[in-house]
Structure formats: structure tokens, C-alpha cells
């Protein structure tokens, strides 16, 4: 596309490809946890595409579509990366209530209660709550782990996650293990924890009104939900 005195119409192919943006948002967005905007998304995936055009040589035998692609997705990942909220602090403590889950749920052949988890940190059980409330846990899989699974290629898993694999059976497969893996670790859930995950993920409640359900503070919310998803990954990471 060209103006009138011949030069690349750049408002043009940016309406162009606008769709190809919000399709490569949403279908990063669908492996993502909730915090993340598409929106926020989109808006970085734009800055790729401008930075594509103003980069691409037809010279280089690659269409622009290709190259364009590798563009948004790239920045798209390098704000993910960059934007992952939680600090290394929380993260650690995160991982440390994950790790107590999973001795007790190993040493009890059941999961464990909130004051047996506390015990096991040795700290008391309103510590315990108190730092639920400061983690805030709300991913399965954070942007840290994927980054230190790489091939032997050297590609991150995030990269390998998050490519465009809707067409690969094999990866479909995985995915549809993981999916039922994490279905069946739901249900082992305590019945009110159960709950919780259940109004949050699949009623997009927030926790203001999840709190109003079950007739406890939004902060008490947050704390079982952020125990929920150590119990979950605790059991899922063998996935």
C-alpha cells in the first residue's frame, strides 16, 4: 500500500494488520493468568507491529506477515517478562506454602488443613494467614519457571508456550492432559477453596464479591485463594 507521492502507506497497514495483533493477543492472553490485560496486550503487540514497518526490507525474502508476526509476538513477551508483578520475596514465599503443601499432603495422604500448614512453616496461624494475604498468589505457572525451561536450542519454554501451536496434535495432547490434570487437582480442593476457584475462574467473580457469597472478608478471599493455588501447584507439577 502507497500514497499518492509513492511512499508506504503506513496508516494503512497498520489498520491492515490490526486484526493479526488482537488474534496473537487473545491467543497469548488464553494462556495467561487473569491479571494479565488484553488490552495492555494489544497495546504492545501495536509498538511490534509499528517497529515491523519500519524494519522490513522485501529484500530479505520473508513476507511481511512472517515478519511482522515475529515482531508483535516479541514484544508482547518482552513486556511479559518485564511486567511479571510479583517480587522475588513473594514469589519465595509462594513457593515456600507450595513445598509445606506438598510434604503434608505426601506425610498425610490428604490435603492438609490451613493450621497443619502453618504448623509445618512454623509459624503461627495468623502469620500464616497474613502472609496468604501478602503473596497474593494468582498463577499456576509464573513467567520465572517457563524462563528456565529451555531446550536444547535454547528457546524459552515461554517462547515455545506461547508460539502458535493450534495446529500441532502433540501439543494439543499436552494441553488436554493439562487440562484434565488440573480439573482433577481442582476437585481435591477443600469444598470452600473449591468454591472460590470455581466463582473466580469460571463466573469472573472478583473477590469483592466472592466475600459477599460466602459471607467473610474479601481479604479471607484472598488468602484461601492464594492457598488454592499453591495446593494446585504443588500437585501439578509433575505437569
Not at 44 to 73: D, N
Not at 103 to 128: C, F, N, T
Not at 203 to 223: F, P, W, Y
Amino acid at each position: 500500500m502507497y500514497t499518492a507521492k509513492g511512499q508506504l502507506d503506513r496508516d494503512a497497514l497498520i489498520r491492515q494488520y490490526l486484526p493479526l495483533v488482537r488474534r496473537l493477543a487473545n491467543h497469548m492472553i488464553a494462556k495467561l493468568p487473569p491479571n494479565v490485560e488484553l488490552d495492555d496486550l494489544v497495546q504492545v503487540g501495536m509498538i511490534g507491529l509499528t517497529e515491523a514497518l519500519s524494519r522490513y526490507e522485501a529484500t530479505q525474502g520473508v513476507q511481511f506477515e512472517t515478519f511482522a508476526t515475529q515482531r508483535i509476538r516479541g514484544a508482547m513477551l518482552d513486556e511479559l517478562r518485564e511486567g511479571d508483578w510479583m517480587s522475588r520475596s513473594s514469589r519465595k514465599s509462594q513457593k515456600d506454602i507450595e513445598r509445606a503443601v506438598q510434604r503434608l499432603e505426601q506425610k498425610l495422604g490428604r490435603s492438609p488443613l490451613e493450621s497443619e500448614i502453618a504448623q509445618e512453616m512454623e509459624m503461627s496461624l495468623s502469620d500464616y494467614q497474613s502472609l496468604l494475604g501478602k503473596v497474593r498468589g494468582t498463577q499456576l505457572v509464573y513467567l520465572e519457571d517457563m524462563a528456565h525451561g529451555e531446550g536444547d536450542d535454547g528457546e524459552g519454554f515461554l517462547e515455545r508456550h506461547l508460539a502458535d501451536t493450534g495446529t500441532d496434535p502433540v501439543n494439543l495432547l499436552r494441553d488436554q492432559r493439562l487440562r484434565t490434570a488440573l480439573v482433577s487437582a481442582i476437585h481435591t480442593l477443600p469444598e470452600r477453596e473449591q468454591y472460590i476457584m470455581g466463582m473466580y475462574y469460571e463466573h469472573d467473580m472478583n473477590l469483592k464479591e466472592i466475600a459477599a457469597v460466602l459471607g467473610v472478608t474479601e481479604s479471607r478471599v484472598c488468602q484461601l485463594h492464594s492457598q488454592s493455588i499453591a495446593r494446585l501447584r504443588a500437585k501439578m507439577r509433575t505437569h
